[in-house]
């Protein structure tokens, strides 16, 4: 799945650059997610032109279980579109003077292994830094890298079978040799981004979810948007996650791994609208309009991955000569998407609980439709 959320919006990324002749109304919008059933999980959905949020809406089921439909309220689980709000604490770190972007990893956690490299924050945001993935633990490569155990001695199961703390998986990471060079290729790395939050939390003396509630979420009016690090919270008006089995039936696909930074942002789609208005009027940091440009700007404009370059959590790939900036995610019972084409103050939030949706169909048909 990775691979393809990775992929999603590279082709046919714009229809058309031509205007609308004429005001969408809701049942156009409707019709793109028309084979999602009433009585399956479905999506969430805000398509934002113009600076107003034009369309907000459910298709499908939030809870199987209840029969709770999805109204476009809900707060879902967003995966790695989570990475652009890490990216955005570390640059807010950086503008406080508390961080040098440059600077080694192990200046700040020295307890990482040593890399026999200098591995920088920077290529960490940039997906550059040579670390590894969660498809990537092997203790034949290094034999001082922990093997991760399940509870009963076998192999570790990543998802909702075994179990980990933030703490237990540090120190599993923390151990975890490169996967190549830095600054070499873009190789995408969950394991950067999980490390950049235990940054976060040093240098800061909060956890990612306390200092990204009083830094950027708490300032753009983002009420329903948390880091949730904790498994046993409850969250109310959560959607719950599902996948189909291989006979084709749903079942519930929730995870018990709680750590943040990588993934973990809980979020709405009226909050996600409030972030998008941030990239239009910049609120954040000692001097919002140099932030912003500083978070839009490229990790190493030399290293792309099929022609797109990659800023703090962002993709940013262009067709037509129109440029749009995007992440997708996926995790267990979760597939999301959250575009922006700037160019024609357009952007799309599309957060589902069901991952048998394709939702670059979904999110290609909205693009086509209003744009």
Request: hydrophobic share 35%; glycine share 8%; proline share 3%.
């Amino acid at each position: 799945m990775k691979s393809k959320l990775i992929a999603l919006a590279v082709s046919g990324l714009i229809a058309s650059t031509s205007a609308q002749a004429t005001p969408l109304n809701k049942t156009e919008i409707d019709n793109v997610f028309s084979e999602i059933k009433s009585t399956s999980p479905g999506c969430s959905v805000g398509v934002i032109k113009d600076g107003k949020l034009i369309h907000k809406a459910g298709y499908g089921l939030a809870n199987m279980e209840l029969n709770v439909p999805l109204d476009g309220s809900h707060v879902h689980r967003i995966a790695s579109v989570s990475k652009q709000f890490t990216g955005m604490a570390v640059i807010l770190l950086a503008d406080e003077g508390k961080i040098d972007l440059n600077a080694d990893i192990r200046k700040y956690l020295p307890e990482l292994r040593d890399y026999k490299e200098s591995v920088t924050i920077n290529a960490m945001l940039g997906h550059f830094s040579g670390m590894g993935d969660y498809d990537f633990v092997d203790a034949e490569l290094d034999k001082d890298a922990l093997k991760l155990k399940s509870t009963m001695g076998g192999e570790f199961r990543l998802g909702k079978e075994d179990y980990l703390t933030i703490e237990e998986f540090y120190d599993y990471v923390k151990t975890v040799p490169l996967r190549n060079k830095p600054n070499e290729d873009f190789r995408y790395s969950n394991y950067a981004y999980f490390l950049l939050s235990m940054l976060v939390e040093r240098v800061s003396g909060e956890s990612l979810r306390d200092y990204s509630e009083t830094r950027i979420f708490k300032p753009l009016g983002m009420s329903n948007t948390f880091f949730s690090d904790e498994p046993t919270e409850i969250v109310r008006n959560r959607a719950d996650g599902y996948s189909k089995n291989n006979e084709g039936e749903y079942f519930t696909n929730m995870t018990n791994l709680f750590w943040v930074g990588d993934g973990g942002l809980h979020t709405t789609v009226e909050d996600m609208a409030k972030w998008d208005a941030y990239f239009y009027n910049p609120t954040l940091g000692k001097e919002p309009k140099k932030l912003l440009a500083q978070f839009m700007q490229p990790n190493n404009a030399e290293i792309t991955i099929e022609g797109r370059k990659y800023a703090n959590g962002q993709f940013i790939g262009e067709t037509s000569g129109i440029e749009i900036v995007y992440h997708s995610g996926g995790w267990l019972g979760t597939v999301t998407n959250y575009e922006r084409i700037p160019e024609k103050n357009y952007a799309s939030i599309v957060f589902c609980n069901d991952t048998s949706v394709d939702i670059a169909e979904l999110v290609g048909g909205l693009r086509k439709l209003v744009l």
